[in-house]
């Protein structure tokens, strides 16, 4: 794990509330200052926790935003229906039990028909990659990588995916025939930067594009990729990724990204210039590490990580925060949003520790 996450260990918040202070005439030698409760503050609800049992690594809403997969440290992924939260499958196999080792990365395929179900992509930090048919809780196919695979990304329709991980290489299959067409990767030269030279996190497709991705990780770099081709066509510098922290906004060519570090770790940049747009700036609380961040509608963003482990939405146009999930046990490692429709607000999964909070935003965070 030491290789994989590089979040402190969960430490406790300081209570803000005066009425949790302890008066001289009930402190003991062995009192200890009480660790407050997750809870919400401005235009968010909580909806409710799930105790998934187990340390939560990565989550993902299937596309009509019915299930939520949890994928666990032990390798385990548990899927539950929404809103309610009720636990509907689990998934595992003997490979899975007996090697122990973190869900990385959750996917469901975009445009699988209803009438055969859904379909998720695991990648666990083993080197698996697993196709899973929710409804049969079977295994339908398997290829195992030489490296710990961190992250993955389906194509639009569905027709690729991408791996990454603690390699520098990024892996094209064709999804139908799993069979790989191509490695992205950087020059043989190290004078030319057209390739990551480090761990890789964080995937994503251009949401209106079949071959253009990007890609961000331990380097400091973000590459804009063709499926097609073995190297970058250009980077952008800066951006220190460490989780699931890229997102393209289809309608105004944005790109958000987060980056685990103190500083700049929550920036928007201009996806067909590279240039950088925005920072911004730290809640008023302090700085908090980001490994995973989404768009949220067209007026709104969310992000999440560790230091300060909380969970923000940020208006897109002021950069202030609306509302937040506070005092968390531990980092947030994963979070997602489901599909909503016009009139109802979409449902977020955040992770920490051994749970799931679902949340909708509220009032101007929802328009």
């Known amino acids: 794990m030491s290789g994989m996450l590089v979040t402190p260990r969960p430490r406790a918040l300081p209570s803000r509330s005066s009425a949790q202070l302890v008066t001289p005439d009930y402190i003991t030698e062995t009192s200890q200052e009480a660790v407050p409760e997750p809870s919400t503050e401005g235009e968010i609800h909580l ?26 440290i032990t390798g385990t992924i548990k899927v539950y229906s929404m809103p309610d939260g009720t636990w509907v499958h689990t998934l595992k196999d003997d490979q899975s039990i007996g090697q122990r080792l973190p869900v990385t990365a959750l996917r469901f395929h975009p445009s699988r028909p209803c009438a055969k179900g859904d379909l998720l992509l695991a990648t666990y930090a083993g080197g698996q990659v697993k196709f899973w048919h929710l409804s049969t809780q079977s295994c339908v196919r398997t290829l195992t990588e030489d490296r710990q695979t961190l992250a993955a990304a389906f194509s639009p329709s569905g027709g690729h ?69 073995k ?82 939405i940020i208006d897109r146009h002021s950069l202030l925060t609306r509302g937040s999930l506070v005092d968390l046990p531990g980092g947030v490692y994963s979070l997602d949003v489901s599909p909503s429709g016009p009139s109802v607000a979409p449902l977020l999964a955040v992770t920490s520790s051994h749970s799931v909070f679902l949340l909708r935003p509220t009032g101007s965070a929802f328009s």
Request: glycine share 10%; aromatic share 8%.
């Open 231 to 312: 190297h970058s066509l250009r980077r952008i510098s800066g951006p220190h990724v460490c989780g699931d922290a890229l997102d393209i906004d289809p309608d105004t060519q944005e790109i958000l990204i987060g980056s685990w570090r103190k500083e700049e770790n929550l920036q928007v940049w201009d996806a067909q210039t590279g240039q950088k747009i925005k920072t911004v700036p730290d809640d008023y609380r302090g700085p908090s590490r980001v490994y995973s961040c989404r768009w949220l509608g067209a007026g709104h963003m969310v992000a999440a990580g560790s230091d300060i482990n909380l969970c923000r």
């Open 47 to 72: 909806e409710r926790e799930i105790d998934c049992g187990e340390e939560v690594m990565s989550c993902r809403f299937n596309p009509s935003g019915s299930l939520l997969a949890v994928g666990l």
């Open 161 to 229: 995916f991408l791996t990454a991980g603690s390699s520098d290489e990024i892996f094209v299959y064709d999804a139908e025939t799993m069979t790989c067409e191509n490695v992205c990767q950087a020059s043989p030269s190290l004078s030319v930067m057209d390739g990551h030279r480090s761990r890789i996190f964080g995937l994503t497709f251009h949401p209106l594009s079949e071959e253009d991705f990007i890609s961000g990780g331990w380097d400091d770099t973000v590459q804009f990729w063709d499926i097609r081709q």
